[in-house]
């Protein structure tokens, strides 16, 4: 996940077996403090968390990156990986919820010129950082300069989106479209197999098979995505809880929030008046920082020396993670919350978010030369 033409170079020797002890110890006394402290619930969900985290990092499952790859060189791998887990999840997902009642929920949101172009932004932001939301959290637990730079922007820029999303709703918004039942699942999965198609269509030579790590990071993903949605009661999501964190410190500066349409709502008051310990998006945040931390002290490449860029890629940086945060608010979630958990349960917007986050992409892989963030 983290951007190699920042990261420094791995250290030859890695730690001895007592600080990865250390390191196994203090994620299970984790994971057991929540539980005692919030209930098992909580608990379960900082451990799919760190499970996140451990793949994202240690099998380097991302977003950004593979569409890069895609974009940039014609190498489909990392595009075709998500897709198959998308369809795996979608796969279990659809009957979860037809069975569910009430108790289990899609990620379901509506299109609107908000959505739509909040996408695009997020796509040409997502490619200068090259970080996604889930990808922002990965690459600053491993130590990235430029990802721990990123996310406390990525967080205030989703806090103002929801300050502002009703102004930007009432643009225009059509009403929720979501697939459902045996029907609905068959057109997901033969989106997917079109996306696919369509990808190995343009293909370099020698770049259509899917390497063995990504065929076994799929399918963690995939089972740690259904955990999720059976644990919380909903999809994966990322964007939410870095806006949590945000509205949490403003309201501990002394901003009153009772007065703002969306953290004013009964149900955004009542998350603000709460531990972040019983928010559960923010426990998976958490948990994937806390599991890429773990991967790269575990390699013993944690330590990053500040890579040598000029000011305006640090600038850059900082625009673009308020942009990634602002406009994933808008878009009703990232590559994580709309993308795949909206395709996966059935969301059209998933579908729109997904063509319109790639277009922003091929013009964010684009930006980053000229931004210093890379070698031309």
Same mark, same amino acid.
């Given at each position: 996940m983290v951007d190699n033409t920042l990261a420094a170079a791995r250290p030859a020797r890695w730690p001895g077996l007592l600080p990865r002890a250390a390191l196994v110890v203090a994620a299970v006394a984790a994971v057991l403090a929540v539980a005692a402290l919030a209930g098992l619930r909580y608990g379960l969900l900082l451990l799919i968390g760190l499970g996140f985290g451990l793949v994202l990092e240690g099998l380097r499952f991302g977003f950004a990156g593979p569409w890069r790859a895609m974009i940039l060189r014609r190498d489909p791998a990392g595009l075709l990986a998500q897709l198959l887990a998308i369809a795996l999840v979608a796969v279990a997902a659809f009957p979860l919820l037809a069975g569910s009642g009430a108790e289990l929920s899609g990620a379901h949101a509506p299109l609107g010129i908000a959505m739509l172009g909040g996408a695009f932004v997020f796509g040409v932001a997502m490619q200068v950082v090259l970080g996604c939301g889930s990808g922002t959290l990965v690459n600053a637990g491993s130590g990235n300069p430029v990802g721990l730079l990123a996310l406390p922007f990525f967080a205030i820029g989703s806090f103002a989106g929801a300050m502002h999303l009703s102004w930007w709703t009432a643009l225009g918004t059509a009403p929720v479209v979501a697939l459902a039942g045996v029907e609905g699942l068959a057109l997901t999965l033969a989106g997917l197999a079109a996306v696919a198609g369509w990808a190995l *269509? %343009?293909?370099? !030579? $020698? =770049?259509? %098979?899917?390497?063995?790590?990504? *065929?076994?990071?799929?399918?963690?993903?995939?089972?740690?995505?259904?955990?999720?949605?059976?644990?919380? +009661?909903?999809? *994966?999501?990322?964007?939410?809880?870095?806006?949590?964190?945000?509205?949490? $410190?403003?309201?501990? &500066?002394?901003?009153?929030?009772? +007065?703002?349409? #969306?953290?004013?709502? !009964? @149900?955004?008051?009542?998350? &603000?008046?709460?531990?972040?310990? =019983?928010?559960?998006?923010?426990? =998976?945040?958490?948990? @994937?920082?806390?599991?890429?931390?773990?991967?790269?002290?575990?390699?013993?490449?944690?330590?990053?020396?500040? !890579? %040598?860029?000029?000011?305006?890629?640090?600038?850059?940086?900082? @625009?673009?993670?308020?942009?990634?945060?602002? /406009?994933?608010?808008?878009?009703?979630?990232?590559?994580?919350?709309? #993308? #795949?958990?909206? @395709? /996966?349960?059935?969301?059209?917007?998933? *579908?729109?978010? #997904?063509?319109m986050a790639f277009a922003g992409s091929m013009i964010g892989v684009r930006l980053r030369p000229a931004l210093g963030l890379e070698a031309r």
């Open positions: *269509w %343009r293909a370099a !030579p $020698g =770049t259509r %098979r899917l390497p063995r790590r990504l *065929w076994l990071a799929a399918g963690l993903v995939a089972a740690l995505a259904l955990a999720n949605l059976v644990v919380a +009661g909903q999809p *994966w999501g990322v964007v939410y809880g870095l806006g949590l964190w945000a509205a949490k $410190g403003a309201s501990l &500066l002394g901003a009153d929030l009772s +007065g703002s349409a #969306f953290w004013g709502a !009964p @149900i955004h008051a009542e998350r &603000l008046r709460e531990s972040l310990l =019983t928010d559960v998006t923010s426990l =998976t945040n958490l948990g @994937i920082v806390a599991g890429a931390f773990g991967v790269a002290a575990w390699r013993g490449g944690l330590a990053q020396p500040l !890579p %040598r860029l000029p000011a305006r890629a640090w600038a850059a940086t900082v @625009i673009a993670g308020l942009l990634l945060g602002y /406009s994933s608010r808008l878009a009703f979630g990232c590559n994580v919350g709309a #993308f #795949f958990s909206g @395709i /996966s349960t059935g969301s059209l917007h998933g *579908w729109a978010w #997904f063509a």
